[in-house]
């Protein structure tokens, strides 16, 4: 993409109302990305959008308007396999931030250990067609091999559709698996549906394979406040309780035509975890088994 011709997009709200739940005291938001800035870190020229500028300052911001205490920020495509601009949001955290990385299969070894003391917990791998040209499944699992030595796990980006093809390649790998946002099932075929069954039968296919049950602003047909998505994702973070997380997804890419308010995403965690317990649980110790493993 060359960036001196496209229109840089903006997919966040402006001013995000506060939210009226309370996160508990060391509350993760485990789904989040950053933007550049692109002076500094400039996008990958096989990036699919081209957006603003959303830096470390714009993201810790957000986190303590929310009542956040952490942030894990995933590698967004837009900037390919240079994982600079999210090494250093980790570095300007203060330790209050870790990261999910995106490498190329040739990386070495070195540089992996690199990432780890930069804060980095684990790999994506990106399965949608519209944000990466190619997902080369057999040199995936070299990197998930290789990974292993290092007690992180990977996390995969796919849709509904491919779920089941995906299913030989994910049996195979040997860390623990996080799935974004569901595999984004549908939500208008309500809890029972083919989709959200077919999800739950890969959770019950391994006890290591976790979910982020984010994203009701990209997953559900009706909009804010999203019924559809609590009443799908209620059961599910009820029965995967100890292998949830939750994150935002700021700075939303590609939802410039659908921008969420990020304090209504926050008050939508009450309705899916509905006891004490069961949010501390998503928002606390799941994350922090992961990400932040030394001091659990
Ligand atoms: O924030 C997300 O998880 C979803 C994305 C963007 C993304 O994953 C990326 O750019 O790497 C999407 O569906 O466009």
Redesign the pocket.
């Known amino acids: 993409m060359t960036t001196d011709t496209v229109a840089r997009i903006v997919s966040w709200h402006p001013a995000p109302s506060k939210p009226r739940y309370t996160p508990p005291p060391g509350a993760v938001d485990a ?1 989040c ?1 950053v933007f550049g800035p692109m002076a500094d870190f400039p996008f990958s020229a096989k990036a ?2 081209l957006p603003g500028d959303a830096g470390p300052e714009m993201l810790f911001a957000l986190r303590d308007h929310l009542g956040f205490s952490r942030n894990v920020i ?5 900037h390919g396999t240079d994982n600079a601009a999210t090494l250093n949001a980790i570095a300007k955290s203060n330790g209050k931030a870790r990261g999910v990385a ?1 490498v190329d299969p040739a990386i070495s070894d070195a540089e992996l250990k690199a990432l780890h003391d930069g804060g980095i917990r684990g790999v ?1 791998f ?1 399965f ?1 067609k ?3 040209d190619d997902a080369p499944k057999d040199r995936f699992l070299e990197v998930a091999h290789r990974i292993q030595a290092l007690g992180w796990h990977v996390v995969i ?1 796919f849709e509904a559709d491919i779920l089941e093809e995906m299913l030989p390649f994910l049996a195979t790998i040997p860390t623990p698996i996080v799935i ?2 569901m595999g ?1 099932p549908s939500m208008s075929q309500g809890p029972d549906g083919a989709e959200i069954t077919a999800f739950k039968a890969l959770m019950d296919s391994r006890d290591d394979i976790w979910t982020k049950v ?2 009701p602003d ?1 997953l559900s047909a009706q909009g804010d406040p999203w019924d559809d998505f609590v009443e799908v994702v209620r059961p599910l973070v009820e029965r995967y309780s100890d292998r949830v997380l939750w994150g935002t ?1 700021w700075p ?4 410039q035509d659908n921008v969420p308010d990020d304090g209504h995403l926050v008050d939508v965690i009450p309705r899916i975890a509905v006891t004490p317990e069961l949010q501390r649980k998503l928002l606390v110790d799941n994350p922090m088994r992961l990400y932040w493993a030394e001091q659990t």
């Open positions: 789904h990305h699919k959008y995933v590698q967004a495509s837009c995106v994506r990106n949608l519209r944000l990466v980006y974004d946002h984004r984010t994203c990209r997804d939303h890419p590609n939802m």
